[in-house]
């Protein structure tokens, strides 16, 4: 599997918890942001988008908010399920741009 | 509908040696990308393309050469690899962002390493 994980901050919960994983982004400008999962040696998977003019959307099981005031979004997953175990990144873009920047990525733990 | 297929999945180098990583969409996107993906990171953009016969730089291209031909197909070249270019390459594949589809779909990934 990825050895993508070891140096990542991990962030651990009981199965049935909420999870909040947190990603500070860089760029005052961008758009949109998005929330990727990643499993173990697999290409990372859409999880939810939020525009810039938003901060709050939610998905099925997923909750995503965006403060642009201090430039931090989170992801907020009900019920962690032992098959949300996997590295989350977040990704900010720009509208009619090309470049998606990734931050570097959060395991997540889910314990039975 | 297959997605976005890598090949090949695997490859071991010798310093100095060439080769090309084939990534293939059946989703006619527009968009298509190549990141590299080292432990502790998230993924780094090397190249990528807004459409068939375009291609432009991204974060980190030295040492990479990319090619789209056709609009289903991005291949990625490494001229004379190096130890610091092992990594697992991901492609990528999106519509165009101001179609309002701001999802990219990505292959399996290619781990590549370089001795």
């Known amino acids: 599997g990825e050895s993508v994980g070891l140096h990542l901050p991990t962030l651990s919960v009981q199965e049935g918890d909420n999870s909040i994983i947190n990603c500070a982004y860089s760029?005052?400008?961008?758009?949109?942001f998005i929330w990727y999962k990643q499993e173990s040696g697999k290409g990372p998977q859409f999880i939810i988008d939020i525009r810039s003019n938003m901060d709050k959307r939610q998905g099925q099981r997923v909750t995503v908010l965006l403060n642009k005031t201090v430039k931090h979004l989170s992801l907020q997953i009900a019920a962690t399920q032992p098959g949300d175990s996997a590295v989350y990144f977040c990704?900010?873009?720009?509208?009619?741009?090309?470049?998606?920047?990734f931050g570097a990525g959060t395991i997540l733990r889910v314990k039975s | 509908n297959a997605g976005v297929t890598q090949t090949p999945k695997f490859r071991v180098l010798k310093t100095g040696q060439s080769m090309t990583l084939l990534c293939a969409q059946d989703m006619n996107h527009e968009y298509m990308y190549w990141y590299r993906q080292d432990p502790g990171m998230g993924l780094r953009l090397i190249h990528y393309s807004v459409g068939e016969g375009t291609t432009a730089k991204g974060e980190v291209p030295d040492g990479y050469n990319v090619s789209r031909l056709k609009k289903q197909n991005f291949l990625l070249g490494l001229e004379s690899a190096a130890p610091s270019q092992t990594s697992v390459y991901f492609c990528?594949?999106?519509?165009?962002?101001?179609?309002?589809?701001?999802?990219?779909?990505f292959g399996q990934g290619t781990r590549l390493t370089v001795v």
């Open positions: 760029n005052s400008a961008s758009d949109y």
């Open positions: 990704a900010e873009g720009v509208e009619y741009g090309n470049k998606l920047v």
């Open positions: 990528a594949s999106s519509h165009d962002r101001g179609s309002g589809n701001t999802e990219a779909f």
